[in-house]
């Protein structure tokens, strides 16, 4: 994979209306869903995306907000680390992953059931907004190459 940058094109430059709708439609993307939660979604979805920006953003945020190291150092092997975590967290990390890689196997029923068993049908849609939501800024991350490292949670 080549690393050269120089010819990488700046959204938010370049295409601002939509850069600007992005971060519109962010904004309302988690309305209703605890924080933390929000932020481990924001973790696995950007670790599987391979995202790095997002990936250091979210886990400064998430630290910056109270959420421990240990919850959000393990949550790529979440599943053998489920003690860590509430049922709706599990639900929505798992919700996270299907999403995430939808064409591997789409988003299977019983997966769906668990997020809808463990959410409201307002909260769920929030949930897959957000999911949803945080797969467009990995887009743009990776695609980007937007560089790491500048993020203040301040």
Known sequence: M????????KLASHAPEFYQALIALDEVSALGLDTKLAHLVRIRA???NGCAYCLDMHTLDALHEGDT???VNVVATW????KFYTEQELAALELTEAITLISIDHVPDDVYEIAANAFDEKELAQLISLIIMINAWNRVGVTCRIEPGHYDPS
């Open 79 to 82: 599943r053998e680390a489920r």
């Open 46 to 48: 950007s670790q599987l």
């Open 69 to 71: 190291a240990q919850r």
């Open 2 to 9: 080549s690393t050269n940058t120089r010819r990488r094109v």
